[in-house]
């Protein structure tokens, strides 16, 4: 992808900017059903299928909660209707990916940005025949560029191949901080990605609000081990 294609692409992805005094959002689809909030709403939505998450690139395919049983990993698939599925995060990235005949909750950190666990996310769609152009991408509140500052190590682990960002594309997603610490916007990492896996740009649509600035969500890099969880639910209807 050259530079004008690349900016081309950038322009068309679904950037979202809901009223930041809300502490859930959700996007009702043709077919699904998808959920951001903080934990405080977790009472309010039904059974959900959840998996211990370890920060890792692993995506299990489910077709009830029995299949989680044992199970580590940080996604989840399914071609069920009426399968709530969903993940926990605190800063990191939630993921959701809509097909009309199948769904996955991913969740994304730095470690799975970097190991490709949106590759692994989508490879579940093209084993079942599923075309990656007819998949939507919903990533939720997440930290801001400004707020997560690392080292040079997670600097290192974006510019591996199993990112899958080119250094042209690297340059949109990071940028320097003071003496050797870096910024990174994972969710335009992930977006790109997803763009360089065969995704439309315009089926890619992110919320912008930083989970760090805004307390209405939970953030570990702000309150620490005390912080609970932001929730994605996501159920793919009958």
């Keep these: 992808m050259n530079y004008r294609s690349l900016l081309d692409a950038m322009s068309h992805?679904?950037?979202?900017?809901?009223?930041e005094s809300r502490s859930a959002h959700e996007m009702k689809l043709p077919?699904?059903?998808?959920?951001f909030s903080g934990e405080s709403h977790s009472q309010s939505i039904p059974q959900v299928c959840f998996i211990k998450q370890t920060h890792s690139c692993e995506i299990i395919p489910i077709s009830n909660s029995a299949d989680l049983e044992g199970r580590t990993g940080d996604g989840i698939f399914t071609t069920k209707k009426n399968l709530?599925?969903?993940?926990?995060?605190?800063?990191?990235?939630?993921?959701?990916?809509?097909?009309?005949?199948?769904?996955?909750?991913?969740?994304?950190?730095?470690?799975?940005?970097?190991?490709?666990i949106l590759r692994?996310?989508?490879?579940?769609?093209?084993?079942q025949k599923l075309d990656l152009e007819s998949v939507q991408m919903f990533i939720g509140p997440s930290i801001s560029s400004a707020k997560f500052e690392v080292g040079?190590?997670?600097?290192?682990?974006?510019?591996?191949?199993?990112?899958?960002?080119?250094?042209?594309?690297?340059?949109?997603?990071t940028s320097k901080g003071v003496r050797d610490r870096f910024?990174?916007?994972?969710?335009?990492?992930?977006?790109?990605?997803?763009?360089?896996?065969?995704m439309r740009p315009q089926h890619?649509?992110?919320?912008?609000?930083?989970?760090?600035l805004n307390k209405k969500w939970?953030?570990?890099?702000?309150?620490?081990?005390?912080?609970?969880?932001?929730?994605?639910t996501l159920t793919m209807s009958s």
């Design 13 to 19: 992805i679904d950037w979202i900017s809901p009223s």
């Design 31 to 35: 077919g699904s059903v998808i959920l």
């Design 84 to 116: 709530c599925i969903g993940i926990k995060t605190a800063d990191c990235l939630p993921i959701a990916l809509v097909h009309s005949n199948a769904i996955a909750a991913v969740h994304a950190g730095w470690r799975g940005v970097a190991g490709g």
């Design 120 to 127: 692994n996310g989508l490879q579940k769609f093209t084993d």
């Design 152 to 173: 040079p190590d997670v600097l290192d682990a974006l510019q591996h191949p199993s990112s899958g960002l080119t250094d042209q594309q690297l340059c949109f997603v």
């Design 183 to 198: 910024h990174v916007d994972l969710a335009l990492a992930a977006a790109l990605q997803g763009i360089n896996l065969g």
């Design 204 to 212: 890619i649509h992110v919320v912008r609000i930083c989970t760090f």
């Design 218 to 232: 939970n953030s570990f890099r702000r309150d620490g081990t005390v912080r609970g969880s932001n929730i994605l």
